[in-house]
Each structure stands twice: as structure tokens, then as C-alpha cells.
């Protein structure tokens, strides 16, 4: 009973936190559109018109989009708007900001858990094969490699993901969003990208695990090691992993900005980074909120399943 | 992906074989030092001389690594390029490890409310993706080094200031430390005396590990075409402009590409080294 | 409880179903044309996307242009002008519906009409037009002159003058859909980068061949040759010319390439002590290496331009002009002559003034090696190029506050047929303070007088000595420094049959409707 409400006053907090934090997020965001060099107005018209950019052309989107009001009315009509669940409209598109921002979050959700689920999948396999090994040949080939595929740039790995599976085999499309399976290649290339970390923080947990009690208490006991890495060590081992959700979630998120680019993707961080170059300011905190709530929820469903995992730990270093 | 995470990772020590780390770590990567400071005096061409005639020409006599798509050497652009990839990876990390350094000190000397403001903060950053981050610093402010050097040091700090005051708030605890506190000892003294030789080992492994994360980092801002001010021979931007030609004239991507391998896998391998040998690191971090 | 296996298997659930509801267009039955170009849906706004609705024919003009380059008529039967060249009158086309259902009249004409007046966008042809009044005759609209102008039926194929519904307006006057009248109408739009098309049944021309179509738009040119590669999609409309080679290596892709009108070549600010003496322009324009650009990074000795029209404009091109070859010692002489003199860096030196210039290097792919291999070669007479990064934004900030000194344009001088209609937003005193991509500054009273009796001229010889008289004067006193002109390259997978695809040299239309399925 006092979990429970142990565990009540820390979702109350993480709500809270995340509130907290997507405001921060979305107002930085704000921040940023602002503070960067040059005149705002001609960016949006960039944006819009393209190569057809004229004088005229920025003057009717410096009147269009409220940028000839002062700053700080900007900022309110957003709170305002964005309080009655709207995010306003695109000062580029003129398309409402919520609908198009979702369908980017969708789209790098998709990819992302995905590409993570495969990342844990693959990480746990390897993690147990290898740290069970600790230190013979095996376990020093993995760390090896992993630190070769580690020093590999995410783009080089979708390249070559591309050019196998996509123009030489034919299996998979080598872009864009509209096709089946367009998910997978995105997803295997952030997979890789995220595995040498992951599959590090596994082999390392197991390694921890097999030298703590659980194991020698299942060997007391006479149980199989198949048994005892089951029963036994499964369990500590996931903790260490499910606290890497955090950092996890943040290299996810910048690491799929790259992925976006090279499969055409639309996702979340391409978008607010293309709304802040082009000064898309409701855009640009709509994508930030978004990228704000995401980031503390992962971290706030991380504590807990830590928590849920291993009760002994105390909520005291609770994030934020 | 670029972070300076793999510090934090739980678990115990690993080893890499002797002999190992000298030759994956250390050599290269003081190699590639070498050639970033001396690059200027080694290089017998230009950088950026253009022979449009020799566009995309292979690897030959004339051409160690081949021409680029202007024809220029890329092998004078990759020494050239070491010393602001690597230039930028290092003085990042020096930078950021000096801020961390001086606000994790403080916070665990002071302690209270100043210990709590840095270490929310810092979770603040280190939960923000920091890829993220130094691409729309680079692409507000037009690209350039001292855009990507900020926001490198702006996300990077805070690992850093984690790391100090968890080892300082661990010395100072210590009887001794205590005792000199109690001397009257300035605290510029009790840093300099107590904390910075507890604290050496693990700042090298986090520092190497940065900067291998950073040259990454570097790079993939350069593939967006955010990075450096062209004609700046950047190895991501060098595999940033040439990808196009990756399967007609792969030289042109791979020779960045493999420099950017070396340089960071070389400080991988330093970084872990380090961390094995200092027992339980990774609890602290 | 949370079972370990819950939180794989949820996770992985999870992501199966955000992939399996990810949209997909693809699993039904029919054939879907799939095409792609260099374009996104940013705005639904006439200026903006105009033109590439009326390429993916779904939205029509009064007339059009055919794949040839020849005026024919589209949504107006006929036209024909008074004697005195005053008024104007366009036939239009009865039974023509738009995608809504509702019919084309002429008072919906009429109404168009006015709306493009009012645009005060210069890069709108319709809102140059020396226009008094615009009726309704019966099935005709009568267009009423101030006075006598050759081109208005070449104005009417510009892209923002497509003719759409009155349901695509919201009350505020802006585009919230397309409805237009041509062989597709638009079945969704998603976010900036896809489009569905299907085909109208009710048309009133030939029914499209293929039933459906989808469109992705694609910045990253490795993308799109990634995607051409893979056979991902059927027609790669503009595929970037630094690809073709790349792209054809590939097998199972064949490639159409076309010269257009369009140029490629730096333009400059004429007040600037830099550039007001032709000299300083002929010396930068022979300081270049047009064959070396055009072969490395262009793939084409042939885009090496001698003068503003390519051949694609055949009336416009001179044939007999020899390239113009590198000539260092020649700039130099030229430069030396228009008193600069090399500074203690080597850099030109004028009463203090540095020949130094910023550029903006685009976001465009061949922008970033085509600004390097500028920098290198002026390099070479002394004149230094500073490289920014920033793509339009920039350059016209600093045209706005009188900074901005030397830039590139990409002007395609077929938007309308007639390349007078962009020489007059250029370069004509009423509109060129406002233009940018023409050069600022730049002021030749021959030239705008050639303009004018171009433009009212009623007998074709005298039209024909204004024309020869316009492009002397554009070879001569470069207003545009000409340096590239741009291929337009269709890449057509082996799904498609190859002849059935028209390539456009002026870059109207992606002819859709007339591809059919090589089987």
C-alpha cells in the first residue's frame, strides 16, 4: 500500500515534470527563432515561396504571420492558443500545426520503437551470450566490434543498408513513407547505430549480475544454469538496461535527424529543426513540445519500471 | 547515437588485451594528433588547389587517395581536415571538461542549494538530445566552428560536472580531505591537492570517449550540410559532398570515412582503457 | 507485476503496429504511377505551388504550352486581339467541370482573372499586365488593354494563372485545396511531401492513361537517386544532373535528358564600385571556366552557356556565338584597366575598396562545388569570394538593406513562353526595383526601350528587330553573367513505357496524363 502511493506521488511528479519541461522545451524553441541573426520575416518567405521569394513576398509574410507585433504578444497568443489545444497554424504552410506534427511524431515513434525493440532484442541476446564469457575470447571479439561499429557514423550504416537491401537486392524501399516495410530499413540502420552502447550496458549488467548473490544462491539450490540465468539474473539485469532508457531516448531522437534525411522521412526532429532554420515559430513548438513530453515520459516510465523492478532503489534521484 | 554515455554504462571492468590498446589506440590517434598540428608543414599541396580536369580521378601516382568531384588532392584534404575535425573534437571536450570541472567542484564544495541547481541542470541537458542540439546552433548561426564548438560545449558540460562532483563530494567526505578543510586550507588548495588526483583517471576516460563522440557528431552535422563554411576541408562535409558519387567513385567517400573510423574507434579504445583500469567508474559517473 | 517478457513484447508490438497502421497507399490492387521530384508541398498558396499542380495536371491555365514549346489552347478554345491591339478576347472552353462538380464559366474566368491582378507579387505574370478591364462577352472574356501588348496570351500560361474553383478559396482569399479542371484531381495531400492523385472522369480532354498516381516530393538528391536505383519509383521528374550518369549506371532506368531555358549564372549589384563598368563584368565572366564546371560538376560540356538563351529558345539563340573561353591574362588586363590594382594580399585593390564579395551558398546540390570552383578560379585574378551558408533568405535580406553585391540566379526564361515576359519583370523600369534574379541595380535605357517596342509592336518585323536588338544587348552588356544552362533530366523506369513520356524542355507540365505502362 505505501508503494502505491509511493509510486502515485511519482507519476504525479513526472506529469508534472513533463508539463514543466514542455513549456521549457517549446519556449526555447520560441527563444531560439528569435535570436538567430537576420530578419525573420525573410526566412519565412524562404520557406514559403522558395525560389519565387520577392521583396513583396516577405512583406506579405511578415503581415500574414503577426511578425510585425512585438515579441512578447507573439509568445502570449501561442500560451493562449496552445492552452485551448490547438498549436495555431504553420506560418508556412497555413496548415493547422497539431495535425502535421502528430504525423511526424507517428512517423518517428514508428521507427524509433522499432529500431529500439530490435536495439533491446539483440542487445539482451548478445549481452547474455557474451557476458556470461566474461573476458575470454568471445567477450573481448564483442567489445572489439563494438567499439568498430560504434565509431561507424549512422549515415554510413543507412548507406550501406540502402545500397544492399534496397538497390542491389531490391527487397526494401530505399525511401519515403508510402511503401510496406518502409520502416524496417530506418529502423535496422538505428538499431545499429544503437546496439554497440546497448548491447555494452547488457554484457555489463550480466557480468554484475552473475558476480552478485542471486546466482550462487540458484547454485546452492542445485539449479541448472539455464535455470538460474532465467529465474535468477534476468530480472537485476534489465534494471541497469531500463535506467539507459533515458540517455537511450535522447541519442534515439538525434540520431533519427540524420536517419529522416537519408530516407526521407518526416519525422519530429527534422521537423522542428527545419521550423526553427525557416523561423515557423508555432511549428517549431509544436515539434518541441512534443520532443519535450516524449523525452520526459520515457525517462519518468524508465523510473518506474526501475522502481517496479527493483524496489530498493529510492525514488530519491528521480529525474528531473 | 554521439554521446559520451558509454561512461555511465553499469558493470564491471573489462580488458583489452596487452599490446591492444597501443596499437588501436593510442598509436592512431597520436598519429592523427601529430598530423593535425604538423599538417601544414607536411603537406606538399594545397588543400583546396582545383584541378577541374582531374575531377573524381582514382587513386594514382599523382593522386595518393584520388582527386574530389573539383579535383582536388583528398589526401591533402583529409591532413587538412584532421586538424578541424579533431581540432574541434578535442577543443570541445577540453572546454567543456574545464566548465564541468570548475561547477562540479563548486557544487560539491559548497554543496546545498548551488549542488542542486548544476545537478538539475545537468539532468536538464544530458536528458535533451544533444545531436539535436548542436545542429540547430550550427544551422542558426550559418554554420562555422565556433557554432558547433558552443553547441558542443553546451550539451557536453554537464557529463563532466556529474563525474566532478561525484568524485569530489566522495574525497572531500574522506578524513583526511576533512581534516585539511578544517586546517583553514582555501579551497583552491583542497582541489588542487585532493580531488584533481582522484579525479584525473576518470576525466580521461570521459574526455576520450568525448572526443571520439564529438568527431561522430562533427561529421553527421557536416553530412546535413550544417557544418563548416566551404571550402573547409571537414571530414564529414568531404563525405557530405561526394556521397553522391559513392558507387562510381567510392574512393571519394571512403577515405573520410576511414579516418573518421580510425579517429574515433582509436579514442574509444583509450577511453575504455582508462575506465577499466579505474575500478568502478562507472558507479560513480 | 511487470513481467520481463511484458516489456519486450510490448515494445515490440508496439512498433509493429505504428508500422503496420504507418499509411500505405500501396496495398491495393491497381497500379499506382509512382513519381517523384525535387519539389515539396509547402504552401497550398498560388505563388507558391502553382506551378507544380499545373505539372502534376491537375489544375489548367487559359492556354498552355505543348511539349514542343508552341502556345495551344487549354481551358480558352480560341483568342484573338482587336486591330487597334487593344482588347483581347479569349473563347473559353464550354463543358469543362472542375473537380467539384461545378462548371467552368466565363464570369468564373472573369473572376479569376481579377484575383490574379491584385496579386502585388512581381513574380506573378498576370498582375504585370497593362489591364483596364476584364467582361464577360457571352462564352468569351474580353480582356481591355491600357495599352497594346503582344504577349497576353503568353502571360495567361503562367503557373499562379491556373484557373481554380470557387471552393478552393477560404473566405479570407486563401488556397485551402486545389480544385481545378485538369486530367487528375487531388485525392489527399499529406504533410509537404506526398500527394495522391486519381484521374477525373468527367475531363473534358483525353482521359489520363494511368487511373492513379502518387506523388513524394524529395530534397535529398541522393534520395531520389537512391529511390530511381531501387525502381522505387516509375519517373524521376528532375532528377539532378550531378546524378544522371549515376542513376542510368544503375540498370533498369532510362533517362530523358532535355536542355531547358533555364540559366544558371551569377548576377551582380551594377551600383557597386565592383561591378558598374562592363569591364569588371567581362573580366569576372572570362575569369571562369565554364567548360571545367560544366564537365566536373554538371557532367555536360555541353551546359557550358555562351549567352542567356540556350537553345531551347531557338528564336532567341545564336548559334554562331563562339564559347566563351577562359582568359586570364585578358581579365587581368580588363580588370587593371577599370583601375584595381593587386593589394599587399593579392587581393584587387581600388581607392581603398577590396574586390571582396560574400556568396550565399544554396541549399541546392550542385550550389556548394559550383561556389567552390567559383572561389578558386576569380581567386585567380585577385578577387576574393567569402562563402556563406543561407539560400535565398540571406541574399535578399541583403539586397534589402544595400549590401548585397554579387549572388547566382537560376532563371528560367520559359516560364511563359516568350522570354520577354521575363526580361520585362527584370529589366523594365516599372517592375525591376523589384526584381531581384535579374541583378539589382541594373539599368540600360536600350534595353528597356527594345522592351517596349518588342512588346507593342503589331508587325512581326519590327518585333523581330527588337528581338535581335535584345539579344545583342544581353550578350554584350551581361546583365546575367551566363555560365549554365540547366538540363531537365526525366529518369523512366522500365515499368513505363519510354516513348509514351514527354519531356518538357520548358519545364510547363510533367505530361502524366499521356504516360502509359510499358506492358
Given at each position: 500500500m505505501r508503494r502505491l502511493r509511493g509510486l502515485g506521488a511519482v507519476l504525479i511528479g513526472h506529469v508534472l515534470a513533463a508539463a514543466g519541461v514542455a513549456v521549457a522545451v517549446a519556449t526555447l524553441a520560441f527563444v531560439a527563432v528569435q535570436m538567430a541573426p537576420g530578419d525573420v520575416a525573410f526566412r519565412i518567405a524562404e520557406a514559403r515561396y522558395g525560389e519565387r521569394i520577392s521583396l513583396q513576398t516577405v512583406d506579405q509574410a511578415r503581415a500574414a504571420t503577426g511578425m510585425d507585433q512585438n515579441v512578447m504578444v507573439q509568445y502570449l497568443r501561442w500560451v493562449e492558443s496552445s492552452l485551448t489545444g490547438q498549436l495555431g497554424r504553420s506560418m508556412v504552410s497555413g496548415r493547422p500545426v497539431m495535425p502535421d506534427v502528430w504525423r511526424s511524431f507517428q512517423t518517428t515513434s514508428g521507427v524509433a520503437v522499432t529500431g529500439v525493440g530490435l536495439a533491446l532484442f539483440m542487445s539482451l541476446i548478445i549481452g547474455f551470450a557474451v557476458g556470461m564469457q566474461q573476458d575470454r575470447i568471445l567477450d573481448r571479439a564483442f567489445l572489439f566490434a563494438s567499439a568498430i561499429l560504434s565509431s561507424v557514423p549512422s549515415f554510413l550504416i543507412g548507406i550501406a543498408l540502402i545500397t544492399l537491401f534496397a538497390i542491389t537486392l531490391r527487397w526494401l524501399p530505399a525511401a519515403g513513407n508510402n511503401r510496406p516495410g518502409y520502416a524496417i530499413l530506418p529502423s535496422c540502420t538505428l538499431a545499429l547505430a544503437l546496439l554497440p552502447d546497448l548491447s555494452r550496458v547488457a554484457r555489463n549488467a550480466v557480468v554484475r549480475t552473475l558476480q552478485d548473490f542471486y546466482p550462487t544462491y540458484g547454485r546452492i539450490k542445485g539449479q541448472s544454469w539455464p535455470r538460474i540465468v532465467f529465474r535468477h539474473a534476468f530480472r537485476p539485469t534489465l534494471v541497469p538496461i531500463v535506467a539507459y532508457f533515458g540517455p537511450l531516448v535522447a541519442h534515439t531522437i538525434g540520431g533519427l535527424v540524420v536517419i529522416d534525411v537519408l530516407f526521407n522521412l518526416d519525422g519530429v526532429g527534422t521537423r522542428l529543426i527545419d521550423s526553427v532554420l525557416a523561423a515557423d515559430i508555432p511549428m517549431a513548438m509544436g515539434a518541441g513540445l512534443l520532443i519535450g513530453v516524449s523525452v520526459v515520459a520515457v525517462n519518468g516510465i524508465s523510473d518506474i519500471m526501475v522502481q517496479l523492478l527493483d524496489p530498493r532503489l529510492s525514488t530519491a534521484r528521480l529525474w528531473p | 547515437m554521439t554521446q559520451p554515455m558509454r561512461a555511465s554504462s553499469p558493470g564491471r571492468v573489462r580488458r583489452w588485451p596487452p599490446g591492444f590498446v597501443s596499437v588501436f589506440g593510442f598509436l592512431p590517434l597520436a598519429i592523427t594528433l601529430l598530423v593535425a598540428l604538423f599538417g601544414p608543414w607536411l603537406l606538399t599541396t594545397n588543400p583546396n588547389r582545383q584541378d577541374l580536369a582531374a575531377a573524381y580521378a582514382p587513386p594514382s601516382a599523382a593522386y595518393v587517395l584520388g582527386a574530389d568531384d573539383l579535383g582536388r588532392s583528398i589526401a591533402a584534404r583529409l591532413v587538412a581536415g584532421a586538424r578541424i575535425s579533431l581540432g574541434i573534437a578535442v577543443v570541445g571536450v577540453l572546454a567543456s571538461l574545464a566548465t564541468g570541472l570548475l561547477l562540479g567542484f563548486i557544487s560539491a564544495f559548497h554543496g546545498g542549494w548551488v549542488r542542486q541547481v548544476v545537478m538539475r541542470l545537468s539532468d536538464v541537458i544530458l536528458a535533451c538530445p544533444s545531436l539535436l542540439f548542436v545542429i540547430l546552433v550550427s544551422g542558426l548561426l550559418g554554420g562555422g566552428i565556433g557554432a558547433i564548438l558552443f553547441g558542443l560545449w553546451m550539451s557536453q558540460w554537464p557529463g563532466f560536472a556529474r563525474l566532478t562532483a561525484a568524485v569530489a563530494s566522495k574525497e572531500l567526505a574522506a578524513d583526511h580531505v576533512e581534516a585539511s578543510r578544517l586546517l583553514g586550507f582555501r579551497p583552491g588548495y583542497i582541489f588542487r591537492a585532493h580531488v584533481m588526483p582522484a579525479i584525473m583517471p576518470y576525466l580521461t576516460s570521459l574526455g576520450a570517449l568525448t572526443v571520439g563522440a564529438n568527431v561522430l557528431t562533427i561529421s553527421s552535422v557536416g553530412f546535413l550540410g550544417l557544418g563548416l563554411r566551404p571550402p573547409d576541408a571537414e571530414w564529414g562535409s568531404m563525405i557530405a559532398g561526394t556521397m553522391t558519387y559513392f558507387r562510381t567513385s567510392p574512393h571519394m567517400v571512403l577515405a573520410p570515412a576511414g579516418a573518421i573510423l580510425i579517429c574515433t574507434l582509436s579514442a574509444t579504445v583509450i577511453g575504455e582503457y582508462y575506465s577499466a583500469r579505474h575500478q568502478g567508474i562507472e558507479e560513480i559517473a | 507485476m511487470i513481467s520481463r517478457r511484458t516489456i519486450l513484447t510490448a515494445s515490440l508490438a508496439l512498433g509493429v503496429s505504428f508500422v503496420a497502421t504507418g499509411r500505405s497507399a500501396w496495398a491495393e490492387d491497381q497500379r499506382i504511377l509512382q513519381i517523384t521530384s525535387p519539389r515539396e508541398i509547402t504552401s497550398l498558396a498560388l505563388a507558391d505551388t502553382s506551378y507544380h499542380f499545373r505539372r502534376l495536371r491537375v489544375a489548367e491555365t487559359l492556354v498552355t504550352i505543348t511539349p514542343a514549346g508552341k502556345l495551344a489552347p487549354e481551358l480558352a478554345e480560341s483568342w484573338s486581339v482587336s486591330d487597334d491591339g487593344l482588347v483581347w478576347t479569349f473563347v473559353i472552353r464550354s463543358g469543362v467541370r472542375f473537380h467539384d462538380g461545378t462548371e467552368l464559366t466565363p464570369a468564373r474566368v472573369r473572376d479569376a482573372i481579377e484575383l490574379m491582378r491584385k496579386s502585388r507579387n512581381n513574380t506573378e505574370m498576370v498582375s504585370q499586365l497593362p489591364i483596364s478591364s476584364v467582361d464577360v462577352d457571352g462564352g468569351a472574356v474580353k480582356i481591355t488593354l491600357t495599352r497594346p501588348f503582344g504577349l497576353v496570351p503568353d502571360f495567361f500560361t503562367d503557373g499562379p494563372a491556373i484557373i481554380l474553383a470557387?471552393?478552393?478559396?477560404?473566405a479570407d482569399g486563401s488556397v485551402t485545396q486545389i480544385i481545378g479542371t485538369g486530367p487528375y484531381r487531388v485525392a489527399k495531400i499529406e504533410g509537404k511531401a506526398s500527394v495522391d492523385l486519381e484521374s477525373f472522369p468527367d475531363y473534358w480532354g483525353e482521359p489520363a492513361r494511368i487511373g492513379r498516381v502518387h506523388f513524394t516530393g524529395t530534397t535529398s538528391p541522393d534520395t531520389i537517386a537512391n529511390m530511381a536505383e531501387a525502381g522505387q519509383v516509375d519517373l524521376v521528374l528532375g532528377l539532378p544532373q550531378a546524378l544522371r550518369d549515376r542513376v542510368a549506371a544503375s540498370g533498369g532506368v532510362r533517362i530523358k535528358p532535355v536542355q531547358t531555358a533555364r540559366i544558371l549564372g551569377p548576377i551582380y549589384n551594377a551600383k557597386d564600385v565592383r561591378f558598374d563598368d562592363p569591364a569588371e563584368r567581362k573580366a569576372v565572366s572570362i575569369a571562369l571556366d565554364r567548360k571545367g564546371i560544366a564537365t566536373a560538376i554538371f557532367k555536360n560540356p555541353d551546359a557550358a552557356a555562351n549567352q542567356l538563351f540556350s537553345p531551347a529558345l531557338p528564336d532567341w539563340h545564336d548559334p554562331k556565338l563562339p564559347p566563351i573561353e577562359r582568359n586570364l591574362a585578358e581579365a587581368k588586363r580588363l580588370l587593371a584597366s577599370a583601375g584595381w590594382a593587386p593589394g599587399p594580399d593579392g587581393v584587387l585593390v581600388q581607392k581603398g575598396t577590396r574586390f571582396s564579395f560574400p556568396v550565399f551558398v544554396g541549399k541546392q546540390p550542385e550550389m556548394a562545388p559550383l561556389a567552390q570552383a567559383i572561389q578558386a578560379q576569380l581567386a585567380e585574378v585577385g578577387i576574393e569570394v567569402v562563402l556563406e551558408k543561407g539560400s535565398q533568405a540571406p541574399v535578399l535580406e541583403s539586397v534589402a538593406n544595400g549590401s548585397f553585391v554579387f549572388g547566382f540566379t537560376r532563371r528560367n526564361y520559359a516560364a511563359v513562353p516568350d522570354p520577354v515576359a521575363t526580361l520585362l519583370v527584370d529589366y523594365a523600369e516599372a517592375t525591376s526595383a523589384q526584381a531581384v534574379w535579374g541583378g539589382i541595380n541594373y539599368h540600360n535605357a536600350d534595353l528597356e526601350s527594345a522592351l517596349q517596342r518588342y512588346v507593342s509592336a503589331t508587325r512581326d518585323e519590327d518585333r523581330a528587330a527588337a528581338r535581335d536588338e535584345l539579344m545583342a544587348l544581353s550578350n554584350s552588356d551581361l546583365p546575367v553573367l551566363p555560365l549554365i544552362w540547366y538540363d531537365y533530366n526525366v529518369s523512366i523506369s522500365d515499368r513505363v513505357d519510354f516513348d509514351s513520356v514527354p519531356v518538357d524542355a520548358l519545364e510547363v507540365?510533367?505530361?502524366?496524363?499521356?504516360v502509359k505502362w510499358a506492358d
Open positions: - | - | 470557387p471552393s478552393s478559396f477560404a507540365s510533367f505530361w502524366i496524363d499521356r
